[in-house]
């Protein structure tokens, strides 16, 4: 097993989950075992319906964990990567707060994490900008500054970007991979 981690950011609604789910279902289909981790700050943290991204990554053949602040499905006891504290505020609620992750027990619980999922040859994270993994950021039809401080590649629709990292188009797929390959971290 390869056992690779790479996270990919962006807004809601940038295509993270399409451009993952593509990702997820070329590695499948080359034969490989993808798992795919959710980030929740909504605290929501359960598999979600049809059309919703937990679906989606399972009905691919990933396996999923949706993690946040209180509780991680996948039954685990705790949430992972902090931010209980935020739950319930009004900055929280209208998305206009900035949430940084509680990196002080990082190591551990993303140890935890990768442990529940067993044997996997790629681990994708969608969201947890903060943490320390090689990271493409989707941007579509706008750029949002906010990301590229924790952007290593980007992924977009717009042909006039400039920011320093390898740069994507939303449906290169095979040149993502091979970018995984080079830089994702073995865990």
Known sequence: MKRLAVAFSGASGSGKTTLISKVAKELIGRGFKVAITKHDPGDKAKFDYEG???????????????????????????????????????SHKTKSE?????????????????????????????????????????FRDEIIEDFIPFSNAFATNIAEFSADGDKFGLDDIDKIINWIDKNAKKV
């Open 52 to 90: 919703k991204d937990s679906y989606i990554y399972s009905s691919i053949g990933a396996d999923v964990a949706v993690v946040s602040p209180n509780r991680t499905t996948l039954f685990l006891r705790n949430g992972l990567f902090g931010g209980n504290e935020r739950i319930g505020l009004d």
């Open 98 to 138: 900035k949430f940084e992750p509680n990196l002080e027990n990082f190591e551990s619980e993303m140890a935890s994490l990768i442990n529940h999922f067993g044997e996997f040859d790629y681990l994708i994270i969608e969201g947890l900008k903060s943490i320390r993994l090689p990271r493409i950021t989707v």
